[in-house]
């Protein structure tokens, strides 16, 4: 690579002693482990990129005696494929780091929640959990971590639909608020964190908040596994600093042909090959959860947001109208231009659909349609009409 | 049925009795026959002490607890872009052509049910597939058609 430095951080080899900094770590109080969080600037790998250390230290403050740490291993989101490769490679540092929030937090119980296509992990996933709870029983914190199996659900990776499904129900987001460090699993305060979050928690507790400042920019600390696949020559994992600029990335990442790359999934945004240049990819600019597509000249955007549309459709759990009725209205209305059915301006009317979807769907997912949708329709028109 | 509720039985015994047991044991039948049948939905609304419209819409919610018969062995391709992108089409094709049945379709024996799925998380090595819990990856014709045969084989 050329342009972007590679880290190895989140993959790097255990420690000889099995769980020695998780050990270490159980030696700080809460406080201790909230502040260096705090101070890390880490935030959510999971997409939305809420501050770590504020969800942990709201979950803290309440007073329940009852609390849950639950990890998010639902990976559903088109293009994403890096916490598989965390729960097979380095499995035990999504558990220390657990660990840590339980003790920061006072849970005495957490789940990982696996979506059911990684069903097939299960058995080493439950040999490294043995090792864990043996560890933690030796450092005298009382920690539990069950793991709950998802049956193939995109939705069920949206926080409050997690909940429901562990809970035995329809995985059916609930309004918000109350936000889950009030009211989440089972209705306690409960902390909810993406796989990878968990891991740079423990690289926290392991650098300290000072090293882990000097990786990324002020806006996105830290480095960031990014699942790249589509049209380039090295398909795979990276753990790359944040704050590239696209241009970089696809000098680095493209097959020289690269017309547009998909950033963040189907729920993120198609960013044009004009634009590659000012565009950078960070909470200051465009967030990912680490899903970077890349498409080729060769590809038809029409296809892609075709693709894109049919997937929300069929993963919407169906319970608002906007979003319901809204991807079914959206698919039938961008085949209806390509077919020559409506005229090109049709496609202004679908854009005003997805706007409203923006604003009046229940949960992320009907809310961040209008994301693919405005920027492929917007950036590639004539693709979706001739 | 006297095994389907022997069956429910033991897959309550091992996963508890309440609200929360529930997927884990629906899950566990699906490990076991494949497919949810109305008598297993009742049989487990029985077991735990709910309603078997409770049950019944719980398991249609996801997409993993079919709820029409299937067969022993279950593949799920990827239809997701990256998949699409790198040869889905012909992946379906080619097993239409090796156990005569369309996307959707049980063959006659109840050995094979072909589906589409959403990603896989194997985007990097598409096309991807699942048979029952098992992926594959990396697939192209001659690929597919060795794990296929190999299937038909067991
Ligand atoms: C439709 C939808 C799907 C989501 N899927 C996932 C997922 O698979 N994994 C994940 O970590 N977060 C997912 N999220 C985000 C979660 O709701 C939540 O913000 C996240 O788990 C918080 O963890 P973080 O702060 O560590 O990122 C999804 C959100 C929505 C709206
Ligand atoms: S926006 Fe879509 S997925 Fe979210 S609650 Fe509404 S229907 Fe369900
Ligand atoms: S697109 Fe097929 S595995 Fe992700």
Known sequence: MKNLKRVDIIFGAYTQEKYKVLGETLKKSSDQIISEVTDSGLKGRGGAGFPTGLKWKYTANEADPIKYVVCNADEGEPGTFKDREILTRVPRKVFSGMAICAKAIGAKKGYLYLRGEYVYMLPDLMAELELFHKCVKENNLDFEIKISMGSGAYICGEESALFESIEGKRGEPRNKPPYPTVSGLFGKPTVINNVETFVNTLMIMRLGADEFKTLGTSDSRGSKLFSVSGDTPVAGIFELELGMSLEDFVEDFGDGDTKAVQVGGASGFCVPRKKFKDTIIGFEGVPTGGSMMLFNSSRSMYNVLKNYVEFFEEESCGQCTPCRVGCQQLKLGIEAVKKGEKSATYLDTLQKLADTMKVSAKCGLGQSVANSFSSIVDNFKEEMIY | ?154
């Open chain 2, 1 to 154: 049925m006297p095994e389907i509720k022997e069956l429910v039985k033991q897959l309550a015994d091992k996963h508890g009795r309440n609200r929360e047991s529930l997927l884990p044991i629906l899950q566990g039948i699906i490990t076991e026959e494949q497919s949810i049948s109305d008598v297993a939905m009742s049989e487990v609304a029985e077991e735990l002490n709910m309603s078997a419209a409770l049950v019944y819409g719980t398991a249609t919610f996801y997409s993993f607890l079919d709820t029409e018969p299937r067969g022993t062995y279950v593949i799920r391709i990827c239809k997701t872009i990256t998949c699409d992108m790198k040869g889905k089409k012909q992946m379906i094709q080619t097993i239409e052509d090796l156990l005569k049945i369309k996307v959707g379709e049980t063959t006659k024996d109840n050995k094979f049910t072909l589906l589409e799925t959403n990603c896989l998380g194997w985007c990097h090595k598409g096309p991807a597939m699942l048979i029952n819990s098992t992926p594959y990856d990396s697939l192209d014709v001659n690929k597919i058609t060795e794990i296929i045969m190999e299937y038909i084989r067991k």
